[in-house]
């Protein structure tokens, strides 16, 4: 009885009545106004075309007014110049014609503004002109007819050119004829023009005529086309039309406004019918969810409130409906029989949740439960918590997505990946701790897809696996660069050779100079690189002596100086004859001044910035540390990595740091970073101790010499731009130049010389057999003492096979330049040459 009481006092506000009568009484709403809608802008916009109609035909009458009008002023112009009388006034036999025919009286009578004679050679005979707006002088107006009358339709025709023209004071209606006799015999005699205003007494009589308020506005875009604009707020319609003068172009706009009275007739008409639909459609609707209500609605709630008793225990047997058999009456009775099996299934359960409790939560492995639908997690035991740091019980019920750690890859990935197949595994990696691996798979149960997860903690697999990614991506990029960097330099020696030799002209402009100026600053940012990406690749060319680091240091501490901003304190700390290492001094100053403006770009609003070289051990350190912004593990792990930066775009390259790390590796050494959000970074560049701390080997003096030191230069290069551009300056330096594209050819030159050169300039690298090596082997047997200038864009690795020539027989002859180069290191060496030959001549 009281599950009956139950069903009798059912509130009509229940969640699926509610829901049910909202959307039917919105959906009507909302397809009462778009029918509304549609049917209102159809039915306007309909109006709107009737109302252009109505403007397009007003100006269809004002065209044919304006034809009418022209067409008069044609034969007015016919009259006079066809008339005798004009005729011998044009051969000047008629001295009274123009005070008796063109005075203001004819003008006045004839409703012109303009009445003109113009002579066969374009000079104004006579004339007589209405005053406008401004005065028009006889030049002005002669021009401006000179210009109307080349318009006409020919030498031949009788008739001038008929149209529109804009004087120097406005727009006219013009007609031109020429001057002959009565029976219309020549030869003409220039052109009789008359002209009438457009403004003024014009518009006036064209507003009569299209009984249409009309005007005529200055020159528009040219269009001829009627344009409309609709002003609705004031129901007006704005139409103009483009007048074209007898060139062509735009000289006046005729505009039309017009009230929309249909317009705004039909609005009210539609506005009143919409109105009256919408009350209509809501009433409908509101009779439908009535009947949707007693039927169905208030039914499906008491089921519903009957339900609730039965599973929070008030009741043990769901009530059965009494209202007549049919598909609500079929569902409370499957619900009843429902909740019979529930209850002894749930006893079973109970049994083997027992069991599985046990196996899972002594399992060293994480493992949980989730749903597939929706990623929920189920259930969860004590080994994945501790693996996360977290309690159990914060596990059960939350998204898989809130897994603490970043997901890799994405969640959407592996959600798509798990849906197609079933089975997916993937990492989490997780700030200051170990990776972990899921694996997932779907498992079925009770008729429920499932999703069943294994974690395991990798441990200190994930930092191998990083070394070795490191590894194979220096190699890649090293291989790469090695790649392309000979033909890659081989562009930017042609560009830098060629902007260096048009640099030299003379006569170049102060623009046209710092242009080339740029071209060069390009081409040598583009030389750093190519060779950044060399050494991060441990394949770019060292020059290894003996240096010492902390001289290094203070050599670079001014340079430091001045790329420090002033809101940073930068304190240097090294003593020289210390700190003894086999190096290349500008690849360590290189890796000195990238870290040392990593560190400044950390530090933007200032800080401490602290550069020392010490010994520790039998290792060499040069420490930079900063109080910057510091950097997450996420960022220290990948900072060495090519073209990664944390930059805005077009703020870094990316290859700053990783260059370091290359130059490092090639000394044999080593980066180590310390870091740690918002305290700041330290960098430490090791390096092995030399075993002796030798003073440095002099560097080969070099007097200050004139360049231009004359000789005859065998030139070999396979690259036609290349040789065209090191010919033109070497001959240009007052050298004598032989030029050859391969090592065969050069042979055969040679030995067709009459003398001995005095140099061979030559690239390594070329197509056939004969590389530079062999080409300059070759000629040291046919010309004993000839000094070889070697050249390439290659690697030094690449060149290693042919390299004995230059190291071991012919050391005091030989000089090598790395592509690309400037001409004036060409020039440099060769001069150098010259001075061997003085000291052992």
């Not at 130059?663 to 430490?684: C, T």
């Amino acid at each position: 009885m009281a599950g009956a009481r139950c069903m009798n006092r059912v509130p009509f506000h229940s969640g699926l009545r509610f829901k049910a009568a909202s959307s039917l009484l919105l959906f009507g709403l909302l397809l009462s106004l778009v029918l509304v809608f549609i049917v209102r802008g159809a039915v306007l916009r309909q109006f709107e075309r009737s109302e252009q109609g109505q403007a397009e035909t007003d100006f269809t009458r004002a065209e044919a007014f304006m034809e009418f009008r022209l067409g008069m002023l044609k034969a007015l112009a016919r009259d006079y110049g066809f008339w005798s009388e004009t005729y011998r006034h044009a051969e000047g036999r008629n001295p009274g014609f123009a005070e008796e025919n063109l005075g203001p009286e004819q003008l006045d009578s004839l409703r012109l503004d303009l009445l003109a004679l113009v002579d066969g050679e374009g000079r104004l005979a006579a004339w007589s002109l209405r005053p406008g707006a401004r005065k028009v002088s006889a030049a002005e107006l002669e021009a401006s007819l000179q210009a109307a009358l080349r318009h006409g339709p020919g030498p031949e025709a009788e008739e001038g050119p008929a149209g529109i023209w804009n004087l120097s004071d406005g727009p006219v209606l013009l007609a031109a004829a020429r001057i002959l006799r009565s029976d219309r015999t020549g030869p003409p005699r220039g052109y009789f023009v008359v002209a009438r205003r457009l403004h003024g007494a014009f518009e006036a009589s064209l507003n009569e005529v299209t009984q249409s308020t009309l005007r005529l506005a200055g020159p528009g875009e040219g269009n001829a086309a009627v344009v409309h604009r609709v002003d609705l707020e004031s129901l007006t319609m704005h139409s103009a039309r483009g007048l074209a003068d007898l060139a062509g172009r735009p000289v006046a706009v005729l505009e039309l406004t017009r009230q929309m009275e249909q317009y705004a007739m039909g609005r009210r008409i539609v506005d009143s019918l919409g109105v009256a639909t919408v009350v209509l459609t809501l009433s409908g609707a509101a009779f439908l969810l009535l009947l949707l209500d007693v039927l169905v609605l208030s039914r499906v709630a008491q089921l519903h409130q009957a339900a609730e008793r039965v599973s929070s225990g008030a009741e043990r047997y769901l009530p059965l409906d009494r209202a007549p058999h049919d598909e609500i009456e079929a569902l409370g009775r499957m619900m009843r029989q429902a909740f019979a099996r529930l209850g002894a299934e749930e006893r079973k359960a109970r049994a083997s949740e027992a069991k599985y409790r046990a196996v899972v939560e002594q399992c060293p492995e994480g493992i949980f439960l989730a749903e597939e639908k929706d990623w929920l997690l189920l259930e969860a035991n004590a080994a994945l918590a501790r693996m996360l740091g977290v309690e159990t019980d914060k596990l059960q019920g939350v998204l898989f997505d809130h897994i603490p750690g970043a997901m890799t890859p994405p969640l959407a990935e592996v959600k798509q990946a798990f849906a197609s197949g079933g089975h997916v595994v993937f990492r989490v990696a997780r700030p200051e701790q170990s990776a972990l691996k899921f694996e997932l798979v779907r498992i079925h149960t009770a008729g429920r897809a499932l999703v069943c997860g294994l974690a395991e903690d990798l441990g200190g697999q994930e930092r191998l696996q990083e070394q070795i990614s490191r590894a194979e991506v220096a190699e890649t990029v090293g291989q790469l660069a090695g790649g392309v960097a000979h033909d890659f330099n081989n562009l930017l020696t042609v560009i830098m050779g060629a902007a260096e030799l048009v640099e030299q002209d003379p006569g170049l402009g102060g623009q046209s100079r710092e242009g080339l100026r740029a071209i060069l600053q390009a081409a040598r940012s583009a030389s750093d690189l190519t060779r950044k990406l060399l050494l991060y690749g441990r394949r770019g060319p060292l020059q290894m002596k003996q240096v010492d680091l902390g001289a290094v240091l203070l050599d670079l501490q001014p340079m430091l100086v001045r790329v420090i901003p002033e809101n940073i304190t930068l304190e240097v700390r090294a003593e020289r004859g210390r700190l003894p290492v086999q190096a290349d001094a500008r690849a360590l100053e290189q890796a000195v001044i990238n870290v040392v403006l990593n560190a400044r770009d950390a530090m933007p609003r200032g800080g401490r910035l602290s550069v020392a070289a010490e010994a520790e051990g039998l290792r060499a350190v040069l420490s930079v540390a900063d109080t910057g912004e510091g950097m997450g593990e996420e960022v220290r792990r990948r900072i060495f990595e090519p073209f990664y930066t944390t930059k805005p775009p077009g703020k870094g390259s990316g290859l700053g740091l990783s260059t370091v790390q290359g130059i490092l590796r090639q000394h044999g050494g080593e980066v180590e970073v310390e870091s740690q959000l918002g305290r700041g970074s330290k960098f430490r560049l090791v390096l092995p101790l030399a075993e002796t701390a030798a003073s440095p080997p002099a560097e080969r003096e070099r007097k200050a010499q004139d360049t231009r030191c004359g000789g005859l230069i065998l030139l070999v290069e396979d690259e036609a731009a290349i040789r065209q551009v090191l010919g033109l300056f070497l001959r240009k330096a007052g050298y004598e130049v032989r030029e050859a594209a391969s090592g065969a050819e050069a042979l055969a030159l040679a030995r067709s010389l009459e003398r001995a050169p005095f140099a061979l300039v030559s690239d390594v690298v070329k197509p056939g057999h004969l590389s530079g090596f062999d080409v300059a082997s070759d000629l040291s047997v046919l010309f004993p003492g000839l000094k070889v200038v070697l050249m390439s864009g290659y690697n030094p690795e690449m060149l290693e096979s042919g390299g004995s020539w230059q190291r071991q027989s012919h050391p005091d002859r030989y000089r090598f330049l790395n592509k690309p180069f400037n001409t004036q290191q060409l020039l440099d060496e060769l001069a150098s040459l010259h001075g061997e030959v003085g000291r052992t001549g």
